[in-house]
Nanobody, 120 residues
Framework: QVQLVESGGGLVQAGGSLRLSCAAS????????AAWYRQAPGKERELVAR???????YYADSVKGRFTISRENAKNTVSLQMNSLTPEDTAVYYC??????????????WGQGTQVTVSS
């Protein structure tokens, strides 16, 4: 099994920054895709940013130019640097990793979520 632990959420004023981190543990052989999603109250979970094993990135239009996703393969970690935060960024943020274990079994694991609250 692959477990994910997120950290870095909190309360910040509009215009501020936060850095979320997601550390994976378990018998990981290869992380194919790492992503951050978020879910605001009363809304569906949405993809915020994604990075592939080759380093290709995708960002939702709402966060382009403000958020940066990165990964450190040797440590099985993925981070999300969030700048110029607005109250609309308030949500629970979830880390999602998709890949294969050392026994070649696929995994699709989610973190427990970390709250990000941006005050106006």
């Amino acid at each position: 099994q692959v477990q994910l632990v997120e950290s870095g959420g909190g309360l910040v004023q509009a215009g501020g920054s936060l850095r979320l981190s997601c550390a994976a543990s378990g018998s990981i052989f290869w992380i194919v895709v790492a992503a951050w999603y978020r879910q605001a109250p009363g809304k569906e979970r949405e993809l915020v940013a994604r990075i592939t094993s080759g380093g290709s990135t995708y960002y939702a239009d709402s966060v382009k130019g403000r958020f940066t996703i990165s990964r450190e393969n040797a440590k099985n970690t993925v981070s999300l640097q969030m700048n110029s935060l607005t109250p609309e960024d308030t949500a629970v943020y979830y880390c999602n990793l998709v890949g294969k274990t050392i026994t070649a079994s696929p995994f699709d694991s989610w973190g427990q979520g970390t709250q990000v609250t941006v005050s106006s």
